[in-house]
């Protein structure tokens, strides 16, 4: 079996094809980090290159996607540690007018398989549903995703409602997603970010002191 493949499959779009050599990958003892960072997410870099290019278009980054996702349900339960208390309650969603999940879905897979409880409330997420997600659940940690420079900027419109609804003190805002930087971050007032799933981890756990 040759990782390789995995790259060429998601590339590819080949959803079955990406799900076998997953399986298989973990039946030999591939950690799973590995397959994600070094395969996973470099197809998906890829593709998202050609699209820039001209040279892939919507439905092949949709195949790839579906292919990334379907792989990653698998590694999914892998990623669980062996945290048996909460250490934090993590509210996360991608912004209103956003559809792209899959990195979020990776940084909220990441903070469970840390001891983390996290309440996912999906993509195209409101500022309105996030206040009241984080009041809901009393969250410690609320994580904003954006992957489109046009929709990256509502990051902003979801902090000042927090700071409306009374409650910025009491949760602390981190941000990513493909075209989030460190000083757009501090631009906005967003208490951290991140550019992957593991460092956001570390992040939030100094921000919340454990
Ligand atoms: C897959 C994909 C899609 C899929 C999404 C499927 C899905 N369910 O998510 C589909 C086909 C739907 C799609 C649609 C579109 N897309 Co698109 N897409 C991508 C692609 C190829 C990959 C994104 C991805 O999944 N990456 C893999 C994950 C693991 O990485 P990630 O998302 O960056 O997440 C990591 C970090 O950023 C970070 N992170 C993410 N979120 C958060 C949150 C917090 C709090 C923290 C701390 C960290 C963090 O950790 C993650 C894990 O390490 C990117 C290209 C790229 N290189 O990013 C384009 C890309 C984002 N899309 C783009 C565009 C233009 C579009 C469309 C407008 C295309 C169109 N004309 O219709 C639409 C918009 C739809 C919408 N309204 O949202 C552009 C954006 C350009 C820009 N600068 O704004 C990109 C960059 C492609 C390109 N090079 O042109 N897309």
């Given at each position: 079996m040759e990782l390789n493949q995995l790259y060429d499959a998601i590339l590819a779009g080949k959803m079955e094809q990406a799900i076998e050599i997953t399986r298989e990958a973990i039946y030999q003892g591939v950690a799973p980090q590995e397959i994600i960072n070094e395969y996973m997410i470099k197809a998906m870099g890829e593709i998202g290159q050609r699209f820039q290019d001209g040279k892939a278009f919507v439905p092949q980054l949709l195949m790839s996607a579906r292919a990334m996702k379907g792989a990653l349900e698998l590694l999914k339960p892998l990623?669980?540690?062996?945290?048996?208390?909460?250490?934090g309650k993590v509210v996360i969603g991608t912004v209103k007018g956003d559809l792209h999940d899959i990195g979020k879905n990776l940084v909220a897979s990441m903070f469970e398989g840390c001891g983390f409880e996290v309440i996912n409330i999906g993509i195209d997420v409101p500022a309105e549903k996030f206040v009241e997600a984080v009041k809901e659940h009393n969250a410690d940690i609320l994580c904003i995703s954006a992957l489109l420079t046009t929709t990256m900027t509502y990051m902003e419109v979801v902090i000042e409602a927090l700071k409306a609804a009374g409650i910025r003190e009491q949760v602390k805002v981190m941000v990513g997603g493909a075209p989030v930087n460190e000083s757009f971050a501090v631009q906005i007032g967003a208490d951290g970010y991140s550019d992957n799933a593991n460092s956001a981890v570390a992040k939030a756990k100094e921000l919340i002191g454990v």
């Open positions: 990623l669980q540690g062996a945290a048996s208390v909460t250490i």
